[in-house]
C-alpha cells in the first residue's frame, strides 16, 4: 500500500517515511502543498499524511481541493496547531483524521490503519458511471441491465478505474494498484484495457473508458453527465 506524507519540515517527514516504511507501507514524500497536490493527481494512494503549515499552499486548501476534485483517498492530518478550531476547521475541509504533534508513532500507524480499514468498507457499495454499475461486494457488473463477465484481473482493473471516476491512472499507477507491482510492462496495462474496453463499451453508442495519449487511462461518463 502506497502512503503520500505532505510535510516540508525533513526531519519530521524522514522520521515518518523510515517508520512506515518499517510497517510495510511504500511512501512517497511532497515538501509542500503544490507538490502534494500534484502527486496526489498523478498517483493513487491508500492514505495521504497532510501537514497544515505548508509553504506555497497550506494543508486546509489542499483538503479542499483534493476534495473538489473528488479524491476520496482517507487524509490524516498532521500538525503542532491543536486547537479545537483548528481541528474543526481540518475536518470540515474534509480530513477524515487529526494527530496532533508531537505523537506517539505507535498511534499513528494504528491511525492509518484505522483509515484504511474504514476506506475497505466504505468502498463497499454499488459505483454508478452512466449506465455502468459495479457492485463492489459481491463483484457483479452490469452495463444497461446487462451482466458482463469478467476475469479477476479485468475487474480489479474496472473498479480502480470508477473508483477514481473522471481522473486519468497512469499505467504505472494501474501496475501498482492492479498488478501489485512496478515490474510489469506497460504493454500489459494496454491489452488488459482492450479488452476491458470490449466488454464493457462494445455494443454502447456512449463510450465509458477513454485513452489519453501519453498518460494512461480514464472511466469517465458522457460530457454534462454526472454519476
Same mark, same amino acid.
Not at 503520500?4 to 517515511?17: F, G, K, N, S, T
Not at 509542500?32 to 486548501?61: F, K, N, S
Not at 452495463?143 to 473498479?159: F, H, K, P, S, W
Not at 462494445?202 to 477513454?210: D, R, Y
Given at each position: ?16 517515511? =523510515? ?11 511532497? +515538501? ?8 496526489? &493527481? #498523478? ?7 497532510? !501537514?497544515?503549515?505548508?509553504?506555497? %499552499? ?20 498532521? +500538525? ?15 480530513? !477524515? ?5 508531537? *505523537?506517539? *508513532? +505507535?498511534?499513528? @500507524?494504528? =491511525? ?12 463497499? /457499495?454499488?459505483? $454508478?458511471?452512466?449506465?455502468? #454499475?459495479? !457492485? ?6 452490469? /452495463?444497461?441491465?446487462?451482466? %458482463?463477465?469478467?476475469? =479477476? /484481473?479485468?475487474? +480489479?482493473?474496472?473498479?480502480?478505474? &470508477?473508483?477514481?471516476?473522471? /481522473? ?16 510489469? *510492462? ?18 454502447? &453508442? ?8 501519453? @498518460?494512461?487511462?480514464?472511466? $469517465?461518463?458522457? !460530457?454534462?453527465? =454526472?454519476?
Amino acid at each position: 500500500m502506497r502512503i503520500l506524507v505532505i510535510e516540508d519540515e525533513a526531519p519530521i517527514a524522514a522520521v515518518i517515511r =523510515r517508520g512506515l516504511e518499517r510497517a510495510g507501507y511504500t511512501v512517497d514524500v511532497a +515538501t509542500d502543498g503544490a507538490m502534494g497536490l500534484e502527486r496526489a &493527481a #498523478e498517483q493513487v494512494y491508500g492514505v495521504i499524511l497532510l !501537514d497544515l503549515m505548508l509553504p506555497r %499552499v497550506d494543508g486546509w486548501t489542499v483538503c479542499e481541493t483534493l476534495r473538489a476534485r473528488r479524491i476520496s483517498t482517507p487524509i490524516l492530518m498532521l +500538525t503542532a496547531r491543536d486547537a479545537v478550531p483548528d481541528r474543526v476547521k481540518g475536518l470540515e475541509a474534509g480530513a !477524515d483524521d487529526y494527530l496532533p504533534k508531537p *505523537f506517539d *508513532f +505507535t498511534e499513528l @500507524v494504528a =491511525r492509518v490503519r484505522a483509515l484504511l480499514r474504514r476506506d475497505k468498507l466504505h468502498k463497499t /457499495r454499488v459505483i $454508478r458511471v452512466a449506465d455502468l #454499475e459495479i !457492485d463492489t461486494d459481491s463483484a457483479r457488473v452490469t /452495463r444497461a441491465g446487462e451482466e %458482463v463477465r469478467l476475469t =479477476r /484481473r479485468e475487474y +480489479t482493473l474496472l473498479e480502480a478505474l &470508477a473508483a477514481n471516476e473522471g /481522473r486519468v491512472l497512469s499505467r504505472e499507477a494501474i501496475q501498482e494498484r492492479v498488478w501489485m507491482d512496478s515490474e510489469s *510492462f506497460s504493454n500489459t496495462v494496454d491489452v488488459h484495457v482492450g479488452l476491458l474496453r470490449k466488454k464493457i463499451d462494445a455494443g454502447h &453508442a456512449v463510450k465509458l473508458i477513454h485513452t489519453v495519449h501519453g @498518460v494512461g487511462y480514464s472511466l $469517465r461518463p458522457p !460530457d454534462g453527465e =454526472r454519476s
